[in-house]
């Protein structure tokens, strides 16, 4: 096998995505949500 070799890339964050781990979770109480919910189901609040 070859030696892998670490590129540019490796370790930055993917700038097309740069809060998609906050899209998943409610805003107030930081429970998962799914995509299409317009409300926490733990909490209530607001989502879209």
Known sequence: MGDAKPTAEYGKANPATPNASKANACPKCG???????????NCGQKIQ
């Open 31 to 41: 429970a998962k949500i799914d995509p299409g919910d317009n409300f926490c189901t």
